[in-house]
């Protein structure tokens, strides 16, 4: 399904690159937990929502956009975990740094993960304990490495205290602020060696990410240790984490 789902990926990216390019100000409007929405999340989102429902309508589906209730998703074993536009506050500033990101879960882990940067044209991609980076026609392999000093991957929009702290107890390091789930690829694909989080994400911030981390090599793990997990819970927040190729 990987082929297929890339593709539709980019489907996705290029609904939102029409409203990216258009010349009038994007229009924003405040969702219920006070994030915003704009109609490219949800031209998105709908493009995704149905190829999805065509490729493998047997499984179901959690989209930013359209979350199920949990007495409703509770007892799934495999989903879709979809974040139409992630970094819509990139998308909104108009930097670049945002994505398409669908991931299938199987047994709480990520299993298939696509990242697409739209602006970029940059797809990343995972199955089978692989790692790819497709750009300018070349699909290509990738996996973690080392790097002295090594490059820390942050943020754009989410810095805090705890970050400053944590960042000023490490050796030498260079730091490197990107949007969106394009902090996975980084480290995924060599360019960076750890991602630090301590505020607050979703699952569907994460999961293709995480896929596409792990099948080139990092671990992605919550301060304890212990691997992020996607099995069902009330609760869509992640706890703090690292990507990590320690």
């Known amino acids: 399904m990987l082929e297929q789902v890339s593709e539709l990926a980019r489907q996705a990216g290029q609904a939102i690159m029409q409203i990216y390019q258009q010349s009038a100000p994007i229009e924003v409007q405040e969702k219920s937990d006070h994030s915003p929405v704009t109609a490219a999340d949800l031209a998105a989102h709908q493009i995704i929502k149905q190829g999805l429902a065509s490729i493998a309508p047997d499984i179901p589906q959690l989209s930013e956009e359209d979350p199920p209730a949990w007495e ?12 139409p536009l992630d970094g819509t506050k990139e998308f909104i500033n108009k930097n670049g740094e945002f994505t398409v990101n669908i991931a299938l879960i199987e047994q ?77 690829c980084l480290v995924a694909e060599g360019k960076a060696q750890l991602y630090p989080r301590f505020g607050p994400t979703h699952t569907w911030d994460t999961a293709a990410g995480h896929a596409i981390a792990i099948a080139a090599g990092a671990h ?27």
Do not use: M
């Open 220 to 246: 992605v793990t919550d301060w304890k240790g212990v691997t992020l997990d996607y099995s069902p819970r009330e609760s869509l927040i992640n706890p703090g984490f690292r990507v990590s190729i320690f």
């Open 72 to 83: 409703e998703r509770r007892h799934w074993q495999r989903y879709w975990l979809i974040d």
């Open 108 to 184: 709480g882990v990520p299993v298939l993960g696509v990242v697409y940067a739209p602006v970029q044209n940059i797809l990343y991609s995972a199955a089978n304990k692989q790692a790819w980076k497709e750009t300018c026609g070349q699909r290509l392999p990738i996996k973690v490495s080392r790097a002295e000093p090594p490059v820390i991957v942050i943020s754009r929009s989410h810095q805090d205290d705890e970050l400053k702290e944590y960042l000023s107890q490490l050796g030498e390091h260079q730091t490197v602020a990107v949007g969106s789930s394009l902090k996975f």
